[in-house]
């Protein structure tokens, strides 16, 4: 069965460094979304791309976030500059039409920043 | 601001009860309403939809019902497994074009052999 993957699936960096989460969703979907969730916390949503491009983004979506789909296949989230509270679990996730709401997820990438 | 509320406490139970966890939010109107498993340190299974315009929905031995009127979902899950322990999340799905979801905090279940 199709599967959205992650890469990698733990990422250690020093604060203040860039970081780039790779994504790719299920091959025939057009909708992505990126999520994340801080240990003991409630997931949150970040942004979603349709079109190649941004549809939607949440206040945590800020200028050190981009995200963006180079190929096909693969889909990209880039903190520029990463801070100590961005240390969390990001999921991708993707669905296949707009009127289809079921998203599917990916394993996650855990993120830390030291 | 919107709020969503599940059963905060763990719940535990006996393998073969009937284990059923609540999902209740204030200050929105979700189009559906989605259910899903999540394993320590994996992503987000789906396991059920709900809209807006429905009342109760079946899958094996999943039920979810949907009261748009109490802003409620309860969740069951009959004949319980020990495999059926994980943490269960209930989300609202935005009515926009994006289809963003609105995440509770989820509830543990346990169940007991």
């Known amino acids: 069965e199709p599967e959205v993957t992650q890469t990698p699936s733990h990422q250690v960096t020093q604060m203040g460094q860039e970081v780039i989460l790779r994504c790719v969703p299920i091959?025939?979907?057009?909708?992505f979304y990126w999520y994340r969730q801080i240990l003991g916390q409630k997931v949150e949503f970040l942004v979603s791309f349709y079109n190649n491009e941004i549809s939607e983004k949440s206040e945590i979506f800020d200028d050190q976030f981009s995200v963006e789909r180079p190929d096909g296949s693969n889909f990209t989230l880039k903190i520029r500059s990463t801070k100590l509270e961005d240390s969390a679990m990001y999921f991708c996730a993707s669905k296949i039409y707009r009127i289809t709401d079921t998203q599917y997820f990916g394993p996650g990438t855990r993120l830390t920043v030291l | 601001s919107q709020k969503i509320e599940q059963n905060s406490e763990a719940l535990n139970i006996q393998e073969g009860k009937t284990a059923t966890l609540t999902c209740n939010y204030t200050?929105?109107?979700?189009?559906?309403l989605q259910w899903y498993r999540q394993d320590p340190g994996r992503g987000p299974v789906f396991l059920l939809l709900i809209r807006e315009n429905e009342k109760e929905k079946r899958k094996e031995r999943l039920k979810v019902t949907f009261d748009t009127t109490l802003k409620q979902s309860l969740f069951h899950i009959t004949a319980s497994q020990p495999a059926d322990s994980a943490t269960y999340l209930c989300a609202l799905g935005d009515a926009g074009n994006n289809r963003k979801l609105i995440w509770g905090l989820g509830t543990s279940l346990a169940v007991n052999p």
């Open positions: 091959s025939n979907h057009l909708y």
């Open positions: 200050n929105y109107s979700p189009a559906y």
